[in-house]
């Protein structure tokens, strides 16, 4: 008689294989299941009784980016694990485009304090674009002893699309190390099209979690993409693709959260929202629960995860609904999972550098045309805006009635003393202004506001804690969320955390009255040069359309 330390029995489990729920018995040890079904030779220590419940396979998060929850990747072990996410594709890039391989290496090292699977995918674009001004550069040669790592699994995803398509050998180098040390290079295909997909699957990228639209998803799929749907705090694909997913092409798909900050993740959820808007959208349960685990798996080539059945680990998740995710208990190789008494490893010195002063942020402007940053709600794709704007003394002058405010970019890393400075609409601020240092992809100090007084407040403000978040009106600091781990982590626990979030956030909603989006993290990704249509660094207005930095002044 084999004696093992669980059973679960009477409950309906998950075959992703047949995606089916079969009522049957799991047998478990050692973290892992090691029988399925009714069996005369096992006999179990603790026996768990699931009748009128459902088990499924806990979840993987096929592609996100840990600092984007603004919290240590042991603390998000802790959220992500009560919400039935067993493991994470991770890729570190923000913390190594500030700390190169020290911070992809403190990463790692936090995460060992969580059960919680992380994978990480090294970071293909450190920094995301030749011109950017990050706070390191990671070449392939820099990657290829990561490689040792048991947590590295493969190569983020590639943005560069320039470089790929040009054959610049040190994309290229990074792509076949990842090949040659097992593993794959993810995609990010943001605005590219067939021809383009097809020049990614050329350089052996298969996978993309960028499709914002059913036309985009089925052309990935038609050039043999494996397609990741996103939900996040900004990024809201997933209603506008789910409707691509069919049973017959159902295994192309996972689902993934990109960039979500700690407190969607705990009031809203991580992959488990994901499953629940699904379902909502018409998808069946079977077909959701097996894209949120083995599909997931399978795209990545994780090893023994994602399935429940003999020889793999143990991690589920038992349901008392099936269609709202309600979850009764999350087990982690066989282990409910409990948390864990543990506190992010300490940070190192402040990565904020920088003299600016009110002569930087001045826009000097040669017409009363301009062009302008539009914010899409819950989007990180901007719209490009042609306006009549206010100029006095051949300066810009914000004008808040028609909600047309400045922006600017400082440089951070290095004291270069490089500001681009530019005019956005849609954070409806009627005083004060917001800064962070989250600032993708290469994380400088990003600041929008109603006045140059203000902007160098907020400023002023998140150079003092070393990194983080600042919301101030025309006079005053209203909050602060220090965010020390190299100026986009907490180094909190995240409860902690948590307080410092609802902190800014009550804040500007003193200062703005628009609530239709997340606009810290919205303001993050205005920096973001690889994402269309136009956005600003510290080198100024870019145009990803012209795949140049243009003038504000039309």
């Not at 995606?19 to 892992?32: A, C, K, M, N």
Request: with cysteine; net charge negative.
């Amino acid at each position: 008689m084999n004696q093992v330390e669980t059973s679960i029995q009477n409950g309906q489990v998950l075959n992703v294989f047949t995606r089916q729920f079969e009522p049957t018995t799991l047998w478990i040890d050692h973290g892992q299941i090691v029988a399925v079904g009714k069996q005369t030779d096992y006999t179990a220590n603790a026996i768990i009784d699931a009748t009128d419940k459902y088990i499924v396979p806990g979840f993987i998060d096929a592609h996100m980016h840990i600092e984007s929850s603004m919290v240590s990747p042991s603390e998000l072990g802790k959220v992500l694990l009560q919400h039935g996410v067993t493991g994470i594709v991770a890729d570190p890039h923000e913390l190594a485009n500030i700390e190169g391989v020290q911070g992809i290496e403190y990463m790692i090292n936090d995460s060992r304090q969580t059960p919680l699977d992380v994978y990480y995918m090294l970071p293909s674009s450190v920094p995301c674009t030749p011109f950017d001004h990050s706070g390191a550069v990671l070449t392939a040669k820099d990657l290829r002893p990561l490689y040792q790592y048991p947590e590295v699994h493969g190569l983020a995803e590639v943005m560069d699309y320039p470089a790929v398509a040009a054959g610049d050998p040190d994309t290229i180098a990074k792509i076949n190390d990842s090949i040659t040390a097992g593993f794959h290079a993810d995609g990010h295909g943001a605005g590219l099209n067939v021809e383009q997909l097809d020049v990614f699957r050329r350089a052996h990228i298969h996978t993309d979690h960028e499709a914002t639209s059913v036309t985009e998803v089925n052309e990935r799929l038609a050039t043999g993409f494996s397609v990741f749907l996103r939900e996040g705090t900004v990024e809201r694909d997933l209603a506008n693709t789910i409707n691509a997913v069919t049973p017959e092409n159902a295994h192309n798909f996972s689902f993934c959260t990109d960039d979500k900050i700690v407190d969607d993740l705990l009031d809203e959820g991580s992959i488990d929202y994901s499953i629940k808007l699904a379902i909502s959208l018409g998808l069946p349960p079977e077909l959701a629960y097996t894209m949120a685990s083995y599909n997931a798996a399978i795209a990545h080539d994780l090893s023994n995860v994602g399935a429940l059945t003999a020889g793999y680990h143990a991690d589920l998740v038992i349901l008392n609904g099936l269609n709202t995710v309600n979850i009764d208990a999350v087990f982690k190789n066989g282990t409910m999972i409990t948390e864990d008494d543990t506190t992010p490893l300490p940070p190192g010195a402040s990565t904020v550098h920088h003299h600016l002063s009110l002569n930087d942020l001045q826009l000097p402007m040669t017409s009363e045309h301009a062009h302008v940053i539009g914010i899409q709600p819950n989007h990180i794709v901007t719209d490009h805006l042609k306006l009549e704007v206010p100029v006095h003394n051949g300066v810009f002058q914000p004008d808040l009635d028609r909600d047309l405010i400045k922006i600017a970019v400082i440089e951070r890393h290095h004291d270069l003393g490089t500001v681009g400075v530019g005019i956005v609409k849609g954070f409806e601020l009627h005083e004060g202004a917001i800064a962070t240092t989250v600032a993708h992809d290469s994380h400088n100090l990003v600041v929008a506001g109603t006045n140059d007084q203000a902007i160098i407040q907020a400023v002023q403000e998140v150079t003092r804690v070393g990194g983080g978040i600042a919301v101030t009106d025309d006079h005053n600091i209203l909050a602060t969320m220090p965010l020390s781990i190299g100026g986009v982590m907490s180094a909190k626990t995240y409860q902690d955390a948590l307080v410092d979030l609802k902190s800014i956030t009550d804040a500007y909603y003193k200062i703005s009255s628009n609530r239709d989006f997340n606009p810290f993290l919205t303001l993050s990704f205005l920096t973001l040069p690889v994402i269309p249509s136009i956005k600003i660094t510290d080198q100024g207005l870019y145009d990803f359309d012209q795949q140049k930095f243009i003038n504000v002044s039309l």
